[in-house]
């Protein structure tokens, strides 16, 4: 069945250092897929999607490029900052009016001095 | 416009006690979505409603947990009879349509002792 796969646990970085954080996909259908960010005490917002095979997105210093072949979405930055910190959550969607939404298990990055 | 709005913030209740959590989605998204977060395993799907029909009630959570839409603009989730186990953060969030970008209200924090 559809699945979300994504670095899973806590991730602990210095500023400075590049982000990476992965996340894999399994369905049999056209794909969007989705970043989400939740600062704590905040409510989870959309930070990056994407529909188009080996496009890359950005926005606020993210990037992700949607690889169809590998079913990979990972999220990248090339400098960490420390109001990074925060849950990621990477989420896939068969294609838009479709039932099937799925969220992964989250990531909590800690960006530390 | 205004975002998710999401009632109360925080609510403590005792063991076997009845909770109502209020939500009222964005106005004009068809889909309204619950959600209990917590730190182990992520978002979990609760209800999934379109256009105020009930399209998904998640399994595991049928017992206890009741959502309903009662109008476009208003839905509740009703836990009876709660359990410490229940203890989480309970996010309303709705879109446009399901493959969309879902918009989070900033949740309510229960705790069940």
């Known amino acids: 069945g559809d699945s979300v796969t994504q670095t899973e646990g806590l991730v602990t970085l210095t500023e400075g250092l590049p982000v990476m954080l992965n996340c894999t996909y399994q369905?049999?259908?056209?794909?969007?897929l989705f970043w989400y960010v939740q600062h704590l005490n905040e409510a989870p917002k959309l930070l990056l999607k994407?529909?188009?095979?080996?496009k890359r997105t950005e926005h606020q210093g993210f990037h992700a490029t949607l690889h169809k072949s590998s079913s990979s979405f990972h999220l990248q930055k090339s400098s960490a900052q420390l109001s990074d910190s925060a849950l990621y959550y990477c989420a896939l969607s068969d294609q838009p009016g479709y039932q099937n939404f799925y969220f992964g298990k989250g990531t909590s990055l800690t960006v530390i001095p | 416009d205004a975002g998710v709005t999401q009632t109360p913030r925080h609510e403590v209740a005792e063991k076997g006690q009845t909770i109502i959590l209020k939500c009222e989605p964005v106005s004009g998204h068809n889909d309204l979505f619950w959600y209990r977060q917590t730190k182990i395993q992520g978002l979990e799907l609760l209800s999934y409603?379109?256009?105020?029909?009930?399209?998904?009630d998640g399994g595991a959570f049928k017992d206890r947990f009741k959502a309903e839409m009662l109008n476009s603009s208003f839905s509740t989730l009703k836990i009876q009879p709660t359990e410490p186990k229940d203890s989480a953060v309970y996010l309303c969030?709705?879109?446009?349509?399901?493959?969309?970008?879902?918009?989070f209200g900033p949740g309510t924090r229960l705790t069940v002792l």
């Open positions: 409603f379109r256009s105020k029909s009930l399209m998904e």
């Open positions: 969030a709705s879109s446009w349509d399901r493959g969309w970008e879902q918009y």
């Open positions: 994407s529909s188009t095979d080996n």
């Open positions: 369905t049999a259908y056209s794909t969007f």
